[in-house]
């Protein structure tokens, strides 16, 4: 059975491996020496990502590169949706209240 990307995101290091790619794409060495593990432990971080869909893998050479995919973090961005008005709500009332003490 294949993890929900919500499954896949509730594992702190792979959240920091996308964090990683953001910049754009890495080398899987890289990613090892970025995170400070070992390079079993990254590489099986990847296969799950790999595995959800959120990153891509291509070999140049010896090396692989990993490359974030934004699509199936729509999902994620779409159960928030509903989310957002209650901070923005909250930020508007910081910003009259910080406004009224000025």
Do not use: C, N
């Not at 959240?15 to 990254?42: F, N």
């Not at 699509?71 to 989310?83: F, T």
């Amino acid at each position: 059975m294949t993890a929900t990307t919500f499954e896949v995101l509730a594992e702190p290091t792979r959240r920091r491996i996308l964090d990683l790619l953001l910049d754009g794409p890495r080398a899987a060495g890289e990613l090892v020496q970025r995170l400070k593990m070992s390079q079993p432990g990254v590489s099986k971080h990847l296969r799950v990502l790999r595995e959800a869909g959120l990153v891509s893998v291509r070999s140049e050479a010896q090396r692989r590169i990993y490359e974030i995919r934004p699509e199936p973090l729509a999902e994620v961005a779409e159960w928030l949706e509903p989310y957002r008005a209650l901070w923005s709500d909250r930020l508007d009332a910081l910003e009259r209240h910080l406004d009224e003490e000025a």
